[in-house]
Structure formats: structure tokens, C-alpha cells
């Protein structure tokens, strides 16, 4: 295997990406790099089996505090003023003024009920003092949270009001600082500030418009540790290598379709957005499964009736919508969610949080286990009419079985769940966890293709090898790879339900081939030459079409089309290969072999 990788022209392996690019193994020379585009956050499921949104860094512009993005006060940015922890002239110098006050840089970003942890690489030059801060209401409960650094010694001098510092020599006089502190409210104006202090470690004081420090890499990240640095500029367009739940193994490039989660206020059940029917809410009561302590708790009260809590949601007659919430049981082991109209409930399931199983459903229902406890749950369904759509979460009693009618019983106040990530969108299967604040949120499509690599492709003879899995698309087109030069010549991969459909495209002549397929992961090799085609599937053959000439291609796309278009479907690839040269038979059945 190994012998027939190293004939291959182009691998990508998800394993290297940075803002904008998705790293091939070969060509060495960067050639084959993909070009990656989503304009928006996503979410994936981390090594640690965590969920965890991408990019981790919160904060735009971490290497350029010249940028407007960062306000100064009394103060001046020096870019490029010296050697960066990294080995590159990156590092700026925070210089400040010569008024009296703080000298800073901040930046106002939003913020949610949670615990965060700002890092900065820092290193003395004429100020050896610096202060990391965590301020406004979000991080007000005691006052705002500062840490104090001395860069000659390397030690935390102070931290106050909660909050906690860490320091850590990463060689030639930098120092990684942080803060953490947890936010006593949801908030879209929280700031983050790095300040310079004076000899005595006071933060205001009065300049001498010369004297600063260095400053390189700034990170905000959820949780109480500072996660590994990652460079932005933007925040967009960072592509998503997705792991199985509980992390481990290699990686996936997860691509998804546009999506909005329609609620908003995704993990704060607390909030008076969602109605409460014999139930109480209690915020950040457990570990959610992104790792931070951000789940929240709901408990029965003692009392005859329902125990639900509900929020609603613009919804439109004949589309289809599917609500998904992660829940760990807490006394009680089954739960219900619907999804339903002022007169038709038309989605429902019961869930049993213990064995991890559907129990029953009106629509289509999933469950899946996330570790620790936790399970994704999922309801999809059609909704019968045009207006506001009714996202209701409930707790039953072990024995209850009608998924269709919302249990009454006497509840007990000692029993509930724990639930984080509510989501609904207007699909027709989840996506990935989108979280909201204080309205809907929205994903962008994923896009990921390269442009002008004719030396690449095979021009009269070559294989294509799509390693890809969880392809979620019920009718029509799901998941695409395309290798292509435009609409008249390309070659089209795409498995979708029960299908998996390769069209071949030559100076505009269509050769259209539907095969049945079954599983989830999929190993698709397609081998071209005139009149010498083959398709082979996890190692079996599929098709020889008759294809009597190869188009010419000079570009590769997943999940776009040959005018790069994204789709609407969903997939996660772990191998691209292409190949020169027809492969064999026999070489076919061994690449794809799972």
C-alpha cells in the first residue's frame, strides 16, 4: 500500500489547516494545498471528544494589535518591533503616552455566562510590569478581574476579584500570561484589556511616552486553562478537523451546509425565553460536553402535571425542521421532545437517557451517545402549518411510553436533567451544535477546492480516491466531489441515502451511473481512461460505465460545485488522493478496502 501511495500526485490527509487552507502531504511544495471557505464559526467534536468551537480563539487580529480591531488607550502600537516566540520579527511594542490613566489595548467582545481564560505572550522591555484584565458587567461579580505580571521574574504578582493568573517562560525572556475568571452574566459587551504598569505594578499612572513592553499572540478561549495558541486574523474560513465522539484516531474535515439554529439562547435554560411548566431552571450546574461547567440543571417541582419547559420558533408549513439538545440523565432517565404547532404535534420522541435508546417517536428520532453521560438527542419532522412553532423539552417517568402526548404525574423535586446545546433548524437532519445567545445564529456553508493544478490531474489517464463518511442528504445530490474545468468537463462523486451517483462529463457528452450502496463510510475510487473506466466501493467493484473519452480538469472542489456553489448536504473526508495513472483492478480493490 505504502509503495502505491507514493505514485499518488496529490494526498490530503486532514491532519495541517490554518484561516483559509487545508494542508496536502503531497506535493511537498504546498501545490496542492486546498483553499477552505465558510465565513462563520463552526463547531467540532475535538481529540478530547469535546465539543468545541472553531476557531477556540475568541478574538480576532492576535498578532496585529496595530489593527483597528483593538482600541488603544493613552498608548501607541509598534508593529514588528521584535522577535516573536515563534522565531519571526512579529512581536509589537505596546508604547505608552505620556497622560496619566491606564495604557492599554482592549477590545469589547460578547460574552457568555461561563468561565474564560485570556492568554498573551509578553516580554519586558523598558516596563517589566504588565496587567491582563477581564472587565465590565460580564466579569463584575467583585469587580473586574486583573491579573499582574513581573516579566524579570516571571511571576504572578496579583490576582484579584475572583479571578486567577498563571505565568510560564517559553524561552528567550517571553512568557506566556494568563487570566481566567467566570462571567456573572451573559453580556455583549464584555472587555478584555492588556495594560502596562509602572515600576511599582500600579496600573494608572502618569507616561513618559517612551517606555512599554512586547506583546505577541493573544488568545480569549472558554474554559479555565489556556487551550494551544491559534493565530487569526479574521476568524473566518478556519476549516473543521472533526474527530468520533471520544476523541482519538485520525481526524475528518467536516463540511456542512448552511444552517441557522432558530432559537436563541442555546445553553441558558434560565432565561425567561423559555417557558416553565412545573419545572425550575439552575444554570451551570455540571460539565457540559464541551468540558466547562456551563450545563444547566432542570428539576421537577412537587407538584401534579407536566414537567416541561419549551421555547418557540418561526417554522413554515411543509418544511422540514429537526430539534436536538444534549441531555445527561439527573434523577430522571427519560425525556420527551416535541415539536408541534398551536393544533398538531407533528415531531416527538422519548428518549432513555440510561440505555441510551429511542423508545418511541412520531418523526424520526436519533440518540447518540457523546461519553460521560451526555447523549445528542434528535427529533425531525414536517411542520403542517405556517407560524410559530412550539420546541418543547419534558421529564417521564421510567415506564412512560407515548411520545405523543406530554406526561402528567406528581413530580419529584430532587429528580431531572441536565441539558446544554438546544438547537432547531430547518433541515432535515442535525448538524453540528450552533450556539446562540440572544437571538439565532447561522453557520455558513462549508467550501473546500483548489484551482489551476491541470499538472495534478490525470489528463488522459487517472484514479480518484474519496475516503468519506456520515453523509447526511436524504433525496437528490448529498455530498460532491468534483474534478473539473467547467460545466462540460468534469467528473461528479456523490453518495447520497442508499446511492452513490459518478457522472462523467467529456466535452459536454454526459455518462450518468446511480449504484446502490449501504454503510456510512465509504471508500470510492474512480479509475478514467477512454474507454477503460471503473468504480470500485470498499473494495468491491461497482460499475464499468462506457465512457468513450476523459474531459479535461483542472481543479478539485468538495462539497461545491464546478461553479462553486456550495450544497445543501453534509460530510466528513479522510482521504483525497489523486492519481496520474489508471490504477489496476487489483490496486483499486486494495485502496479501497476498509
Same mark, same amino acid.
Given at each position: ?6 505514485? %499518488? ?24 494545498? $486546498? ?22 480563539? &475568541?478574538?480576532? /487580529? ?39 490613566? @491606564?495604557?492599554?489595548?482592549? +477590545? ?19 516596563? @517589566? ?22 516579566? @524579570? &521574574?516571571? @511571576? ?38 492588556? +495594560? ?22 493573544? /488568545? ?18 478556519? *476549516? +473543521? ?103 398538531? /404535534? ?18 424520526? %428520532? ?18 403542517? #402549518? ?20 406530554? *406526561? ?30 440572544? #437571538? ?22 487517472? =484514479? ?15 455530498? +460532491? ?18 446511492? $452513490?451517483?459518478? &457522472? ?40 464499468? *460505465? =462506457?465512457?468513450?473519452?476523459?474531459? %479535461? ?12 456553489? #456550495? ?10 488522493? &489523486? ?8 490496486? $483499486? ?6
Amino acid at each position: 500500500m505504502s509503495t502505491l501511495l507514493e505514485q %499518488a500526485s496529490l494526498i490530503m490527509i486532514p491532519s495541517g489547516y490554518k484561516e483559509d487552507v487545508v494542508y496536502s502531504v503531497i506535493p511537498e511544495t504546498g501545490a496542492g494545498d $486546498l483553499s477552505f471557505t465558510r465565513a462563520s464559526n463552526g463547531t467540532r467534536i475535538n481529540s478530547a471528544g469535546l465539543v468545541e468551537v472553531t476557531p477556540w480563539n &475568541l478574538v480576532q /487580529q492576535s498578532e496585529t494589535f496595530d489593527n483597528a480591531y483593538w482600541s488603544k488607550n493613552r498608548s501607541s502600537i509598534s508593529a514588528n518591533s521584535t522577535t516573536a516566540p515563534n522565531g519571526t520579527a512579529t512581536a509589537d511594542s505596546l508604547i505608552e503616552d505620556t497622560a496619566n490613566g @491606564t495604557h492599554e489595548f482592549i +477590545r469589547v467582545l460578547p460574552v457568555d455566562l461561563q468561565t474564560y481564560n485570556l492568554s498573551i505572550y509578553a516580554k519586558a522591555n523598558t516596563r @517589566t510590569k504588565i496587567q491582563l484584565v477581564l472587565a465590565g458587567s460580564p466579569w463584575a461579580t467583585g469587580g473586574n478581574g486583573e491579573a499582574s505580571f513581573d516579566l @524579570t &521574574l516571571g @511571576t504572578v504578582i496579583s490576582a484579584v476579584n475572583g479571578a486567577t493568573g498563571t505565568i510560564e517562560s517559553v524561552g528567550n525572556g517571553w512568557y506566556r500570561c494568563t487570566i481566567s475568571k467566570i462571567t456573572s452574566a451573559a453580556d455583549p459587551s464584555g472587555v478584555i484589556a492588556v +495594560r502596562l504598569l509602572d515600576a511599582s505594578a500600579n496600573a494608572s499612572y502618569t507616561g513618559n511616552g517612551t517606555s512599554g513592553a512586547y506583546y505577541y499572540g493573544a /488568545q480569549l478561549n472558554i474554559g479555565a486553562t489556556a487551550k494551544p495558541y491559534f493565530p487569526t486574523t479574521d476568524r473566518l474560513n478556519v *476549516p +473543521r478537523l472533526t474527530y468520533q465522539n471520544g476523541g482519538g484516531g485520525c481526524p475528518s474535515l467536516l463540511l456542512e451546509k448552511q444552517s441557522t439554529n432558530l432559537v436563541s439562547y442555546s445553553e441558558d435554560f434560565t432565561n425567561a425565553t423559555y417557558t416553565k411548566i412545573g419545572v425550575t431552571a439552575t444554570g451551570n450546574t455540571t460539565t457540559s460536553p464541551d468540558g466547562t461547567t456551563n450545563a444547566d440543571s432542570i428539576l421537577e417541582i412537587a407538584t401534579g402535571g407536566t414537567h416541561e419547559s419549551w421555547q418557540r420558533a418561526s417554522m413554515t408549513s411543509g418544511q422540514l425542521y429537526t430539534q436536538s439538545c444534549f441531555l445527561k440523565a439527573n434523577g430522571r432517565n427519560r425525556v420527551v421532545m416535541q415539536i408541534f404547532d398551536n393544533a398538531t /404535534q407533528y415531531a416527538s420522541a422519548i428518549y432513555d437517557l440510561s440505555t441510551g435508546v429511542v423508545v418511541a417517536s412520531v418523526g424520526t %428520532a436519533t440518540i447518540q451517545s457523546m461519553g460521560n453521560g451526555w447523549y445528542r438527542c434528535t427529533i425531525t419532522g414536517t411542520s403542517p #402549518a405556517t407560524g410559530s412553532g412550539y420546541c418543547v423539552l419534558g421529564l417521564c417517568e421510567s415506564t412512560y411510553t407515548n411520545s405523543s402526548v406530554m *406526561p402528567s404525574y406528581s413530580g419529584d423535586a430532587s429528580k431531572g436533567v441536565y441539558w446544554w446545546g438546544f438547537q432547531v433548524e430547518n433541515s432535515s437532519y442535525p448538524t453540528s451544535y450552533i450556539p446562540t445567545t440572544s #437571538a439565532s445564529a447561522t453557520r455558513v456553508a462549508d467550501v473546500c477546492s483548489k484551482t489551476g493544478i491541470s499538472s495534478l490531474i490525470g489528463q488522459t489517464e487517472g =484514479t480518484i480516491l474519496w475516503d468519506v463518511s456520515n453523509v447526511f442528504q436524504t433525496s437528490g445530490d448529498g455530498a +460532491r466531489l468534483f474534478v473539473y474545468t467547467d460545466g462540460n468537463n468534469f467528473i461528479l462523486i456523490s453518495p447520497y441515502a442508499n446511492t $452513490l451517483r459518478i &457522472l462523467i462529463v467529456s466535452s459536454g457528452t454526459a455518462f450518468d451511473n446511480f449504484i446502490t450502496i449501504s454503510g456510512t463510510s465509504l471508500k470510492i475510487a474512480v479509475a478514467y481512461k477512454a474507454n477503460d473506466y471503473k468504480f470500485y466501493v470498499n473494495g468491491v467493484s461497482v460499475g464499468t *460505465p =462506457t465512457a468513450t473519452s476523459v474531459p %479535461a480538469m483542472n481543479s478539485i472542489g468538495i462539497v461545491n460545485d464546478s461553479s462553486g456553489s #456550495a450544497v445543501t448536504s453534509q460530510s466528513e473526508t479522510k482521504q483525497l488522493l &489523486l492519481f496520474k495513472t489508471r490504477l489496476t483492478n487489483a490496486e $483499486l480493490a486494495s485502496l479501497t478496502t476498509i
